[in-house]
């Protein structure tokens, strides 16, 4: 079973940063690699939208509406994807949730969501 778990939410004021990170790993499995993997978001009332990916060789994609403000990255030697973000708006406000495809020997590759973690921006 792949487990993957959000970090970093929280309350922040606007134009602040927060950077929020995602590990994944595989009970049964003494590896877990993160593949292609992205952020999203949910707001209250709102479908839930994609904010940025990255590759497994690294190359991004983000919204129109996070470019310039926001960076995603990976360090695969710690099977962690982070989002970097700066100058929020109070129209940021969302619980994020990390999607990855994860590799394991044992489940070969597993698409999986993370639980979400809150960022609330103050205006």
């Known amino acids: 079973q792949v487990q993957v778990v959000e970090s970093g939410g929280g309350l922040v004021q606007a134009r602040g940063s927060l950077r929020l990170s995602c590990v994944a790993s595989?009970?049964?499995?003494?590896?877990?690699?993160?593949?292609?993997a992205g952020w999203y978001r949910q707001a209250p009332g709102n479908q839930r939208e994609l904010v940025a990916t990255?590759?497994?060789?690294?190359?991004?994609n983000y919204a129109d509406f996070v470019k310039g403000r926001f960076t995603i990255s990976r360090d695969n030697a710690k099977n962690t994807v982070y989002l970097q973000m700066n100058s929020l708006k109070s129209e940021d406000t969302a619980v994020y949730y990390c999607?990855?495809?994860?590799?394991?020997?044992?489940?070969?590759?597993?698409?999986?969501w993370g639980q979400g973690t809150q960022v609330t921006v103050s205006s």
């Open positions: 999607n990855v495809d994860v590799w394991t020997p044992i489940y070969g590759t597993v698409n999986s």
């Open positions: 990255i590759t497994t060789n690294g190359i991004t």
């Open positions: 595989a009970t049964s499995a003494s590896i877990a690699r993160i593949q292609n």
